[in-house]
């Protein structure tokens, strides 16, 4: 399998935590996203979105989707499992995962704040305040969620680690890329520091992966 990355992409990230997970064989291709490499050609002919991550696999088919492939990766290789075995476990998990998967990524990544400076004319000051405003309402509901329920464990469902926890930690790391203070989220960021403490959230992390800076 070849997994398509970039140290900086939180999409990417969860893909790198599930992959350390469950110990899926894998090589990495690093593409060069702040360069723009993932806009030629080259690419798009492994990814037609021109966004990361992909994974290809031994037959040459491409899965995209970062949620998608974690799924994949979950259902061929399903130790530890990353969702519940319960229908409502899997529903609140995937749930909590949304939230930062559909709801809230998708206004921080490149082309998104390329679209608002470039094309709209928003200043720096501006776009830190789209940015927070995403970040900030994304994890406050989050922490409702978490802080509400008692399925939240040490972990965001109770003691396993599950696709909730890949896509709380890739939420955190935003706020860390974008130099943003989660200590009024109590509950996620102990979850969090948790998580940080497991070999393969340690290992996945992006300020360890070629081309990070120093
Ligand atoms: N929903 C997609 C998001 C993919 C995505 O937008 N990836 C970003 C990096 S985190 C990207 O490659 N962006 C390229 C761009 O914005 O130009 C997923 O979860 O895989």
């Given amino acids: 399998m070849i997994f398509y990355s970039n140290w900086r992409s939180l999409a990417a990230d969860r893909v790198r935590v599930a992959l350390a997970l469950n110990g899926v064989p894998h090589e990495v291709k690093v593409i060069d996203m702040l360069g723009g490499e993932h806009l030629k050609p080259e690419f798009r002919a492994v990814n037609p979105q021109a966004v990361l991550p992909a994974l290809q696999l031994d037959d040459g088919r491409v899965l995209f989707q970062s949620m998608a492939i974690v799924e994949y990766l979950d259902e061929i290789a399903p130790t530890p499992p990353l969702l519940p075995a319960d229908a409502a476990g899997r529903a609140r998990v995937r749930g909590l ?16 704040r390329t679209h608002l400076t470039k094309d709209l004319g ?93």
Avoid at 97 to 104: F, G, K, P, S, V
Avoid at 128 to 135: D, V
């Fill in 97 to 112: 995962a949304l939230i930062h998967a559909a709801d809230t990524h998708p206004l921080l990544v490149p082309k998104v």
């Fill in 122 to 214: 928003l200043g720096d000051e501006a776009l830190q305040k789209w940015l927070s405003r995403a970040l900030h309402s994304g994890l406050e509901a989050i922490e409702a969620q978490l802080a509400s329920s008692k399925d939240t464990g040490p972990y965001c469902h109770g003691d396993q680690v599950t696709l909730a926890d890949i896509c709380l930690a890739s939420h955190l790391l935003a706020f860390m890329f974008f130099k943003l203070d989660a200590s009024a989220y109590p509950t996620a960021v102990a979850i969090n520091e948790r998580l940080q403490a497991l070999p393969a959230f340690a290992a996945a992390h992006p300020l360890k992966q070629p081309g990070a800076p120093g």
